[in-house]
């Protein structure tokens, strides 16, 4: 099946510093990717949704300014927390459609991403 | 705007013991419906999923899920419980061709075996 990575797989960082993340799709190739964050024991959460050469559609009550997405090719999105603060930790998933064949349905997850601000 | 409910918050059974998870849903249409499972501090892996046709799906690992229209249900089961199953189940709905948009999932299930 499609393969998405993450890396890094954790992070810490200081309070007030930028950590980016990257998502990218191995075996095949997204338009779109998602981004989703889970509190611990909660269940995820979708951030944005990042679409390949253009910009990211964010939901409500997720900071455009604070949250940037990238995603410069059809098999890379990063996500960069900027300015991060303790709250900010979670654990963040990316997922990818699939473009092609019978699976152009199906979204893969990454593996995700825990976040540690201290 | 769809919805997943997932009633239990945690099951516990007894390896060797059948398993149903619960799952309810809210959408106007045909939903896309979804079964990942999540170990500790790892990501989703996809267990099954129902997009159209036969209403009993089989995924991996054994496990198989039905989706019943007349109750907005699409619940998973498993015949016999293996140690090795105990983890976090969601199930998650998608709409409008489930790749396209994000996917709504439930709080989640946690499942324990005991031996």
């Known amino acids: 099946g499609a393969v998405v990575s993450q890396h890094p797989s954790w992070v810490i960082c200081k309070s007030g510093t930028s950590v980016k993340i990257e998502c990218r799709s191995l075996d095949f190739q997204a338009t779109t990717m998602f981004w989703y964050r889970q509190f611990p024991k909660q269940s995820l959460m979708l951030m944005a949704t990042?679409?390949?050469?253009?910009?990211?559609?964010?939901e409500q009550g997720v900071e455009k300014d604070k949250f940037l997405i990238n995603h410069a090719s059809l098999t890379l999105s990063t996500l960069t927390v900027t300015s991060a603060h303790p709250e900010d930790s979670s654990f963040y998933i990316c997922?990818?459609?699939?473009?092609?064949?019978?699976?152009?349905?199906?979204?893969?997850f990454g593996p995700g991403t825990r976040l540690t601000v201290l | 705007a769809q919805s997943v409910t997932q009633p239990d918050i945690h099951i516990t059974v007894s390896e060797g013991a059948s398993l149903e998870l619960r799952c309810n849903y809210s959408?106007?249409?045909?939903?896309?419906l979804f079964w990942y499972v999540q170990s500790p501090g790892q990501g989703l892996q996809l267990l099954l999923k129902y997009f159209s046709g036969d209403t009993l799906v089989q995924g991996i690992k054994g496990f198989e899920a039905e989706f019943k229209r007349s109750q907005s249900s699409f619940n998973l089961r498993k015949p016999s419980v293996h140690w090795s199953d105990a983890a976090e189940y969601f199930c998650a709905v998608g709409a409008g061709g489930a790749g396209r948009r994000a996917l709504t999932f439930g709080s989640g299930t946690r499942l324990q075996v005991q031996p």
């Open positions: 997922s990818a459609r699939d473009l092609g064949g019978g699976q152009a349905d199906t979204q893969y």
């Open positions: 959408y106007g249409a045909t939903p896309y």
């Open positions: 990042s679409n390949e050469g253009s910009k990211a559609t964010y």
